[in-house]
């Protein structure tokens, strides 16, 4: 198996904008790290500036994104940059933000992608650390019909096949399969913005949330299914994006990834439950061969 070399930034770079859900003006920085670093978030608009890695041990439960926490200091709406660090194959990496939650820019990881591309990608001395899928795993909830299920690869490729199956026009029933590959990532998946219901923004600002939001920063569907002020990049962008999300959410595993991975209907929580499972599993047996 070819393991290849660890990688991180040639320079800083950095993505201004808004959070999604908050609104807060917020600068996010990405700075060149260390080997065995890992991906970790630095809260420098706090007296403390705590350090939280990107690690799925500080998941904390939130609707719709994905949250850390570590030492009273939180950082929100994590997913897209972490699926940009991932797809890109920037294994170490210190981001700062100046607020409590990532910008959205127009809902994909676009811009992050961008800013790595203007950083540079640089490889190190040494070794990839892996996370490897050593044995099958699934994680099913019968109520919802959400299933993830994770199996072993001959190789070290991350391969996702995801059927996206929504209760509303627009992106009702879409399927893809994708090897993830930096190639892939930022020609296949980087662009594919966050998708919502017109229904579900209102209910959203009901509750101080979104406000900020407009149609521009991600797609809003009417009860028609058509983007509302919009269109649409591909014609299944909302299955794109949740595969993004997915590969996000993965990177809390604290290593590259790789397995055959099926899933449907999942969101983030799942996401969180699979990625700690494999995790568990693989120091599982670092202890029995120990």
């Known amino acids: 198996m070819n393991h290849g070399r660890q990688r991180t930034l040639g320079r800083p770079a950095r993505v201004h904008g808004r959070g999604l859900f908050h609104g807060n003006d917020v600068t996010l920085t990405l700075l060149p790290a ?33 949250v850390l926490s570590r030492l009273g200091a939180e950082v929100e709406t994590v997913e897209h940059v972490l699926a ?33 591309d203007s950083a540079g990608i640089v490889p190190q001395s040494a070794l990839v650390t892996r996370l490897d899928v050593a044995e099958s795993c699934s994680v099913c909830d019968e109520s919802t019909g959400a299933c993830w299920t994770a199996r072993p690869t001959a190789d070290d490729t991350l391969h996702i096949d995801y059927e996206l199956l929504s209760p509303f026009p627009g992106c009702d029933r879409q399927a893809l399969s994708l090897a993830i590959t930096p190639s892939t990532f930022a020609n296949e998946l980087a662009k594919a913005r966050t998708f919502v219901r017109e229904s579900e923004v209102q209910s959203l600002r009901a509750v101080g949330l979104g406000r900020r939001t407009t149609p521009s920063d991600l797609i809003v569907f009417d009860t ?33 990834l790789s397995g055959n991975f099926s899933g449907q209907k999942t969101g983030h929580r799942h996401n969180h439950e699979l990625i700690r499972q494999i995790r568990d599993s693989q120091l599982g047996q670092r202890r029995r061969t120990a």
Request: hydrophobic share 40%.
């Open 34 to 66: 260390p080997e065995y670093h890992g991906i970790v978030f630095q809260r420098v608009d706090l007296a403390s500036r705590v350090l939280i890695p990107a690690r799925v041990e500080y998941v904390v439960a939130a609707p719709r994104r994905t």
């Open 84 to 116: 940009a660090l991932a797809g890109m194959q920037v294994d170490n990496c210190i981001v700062q933000v100046t607020a409590s939650e990532c910008p959205n820019g127009d809902g994909s990881a676009q811009a992050f992608v961008e800013a790595i």
């Open 224 to 256: 028609n299914g058509m983007p509302i002020q919009n269109a649409l990049r591909y014609s299944d962008e909302c299955v794109r994006h949740k595969i993004l999300d997915c590969i996000g959410d993965f990177a809390l595993g604290g290593a590259r």
